[in-house]
């Protein structure tokens, strides 16, 4: 069970820290205040192996075309698009296990997706997998 969630740059959020997470948790707010932002930082670190879910996002958000270069296509999960920092979103589970996920934008249609798990591996642009 997920008991901490941390987020920064990502969205609407620069820095942003949810603690004593339970089993049921309710996130009410404001419209445009960043509650979806929450559900969908989790759900990118919980499939971080899986580059292609900020287009799955896109989608599920009713934008279905745009071009094909990474800040189009990455540069909206950025808090207010500053691409030069990157986004990071790291859970902590009650058993100890913890997960970060960094994203970076690169040059031009290039970006590196870093997980840090038991073992830790990158995903490039290139669709090449490494690990330390």
């Known amino acids: 069970m ?17 603690t004593q997470l339970t089993r049921t948790n309710l996130i009410v707010g404001a419209n445009n205040v960043g509650k979806t932002s929450v559900l969908e930082g989790l759900y990118l670190n919980l499939g971080a192996q899986n580059p292609a879910l900020s287009i799955r996002l896109n989608t599920l ?3 279905e075309k745009f071009a094909a270069s990474g800040e ?11 691409i030069q920092q990157p986004i990071q979103l790291n859970i902590r589970a009650e058993d100890g296990f913890e997960q970060r996920l960094t994203v970076r934008l690169g040059p031009p249609k290039e970006f590196e997706l870093r997980v840090v798990q038991q073992p830790e591996f990158v995903i490039h642009s290139s669709g090449g997998t490494t690990a330390p």
């Open 2 to 18: 997920i008991t901490s969630f941390q987020v920064r740059n990502f969205r609407c959020f620069r820095d942003l820290e949810l």
């Open 61 to 63: 958000r009713g934008i």
């Open 72 to 82: 189009e296509i990455w540069g909206w999960l950025f808090n207010e698009k500053h």
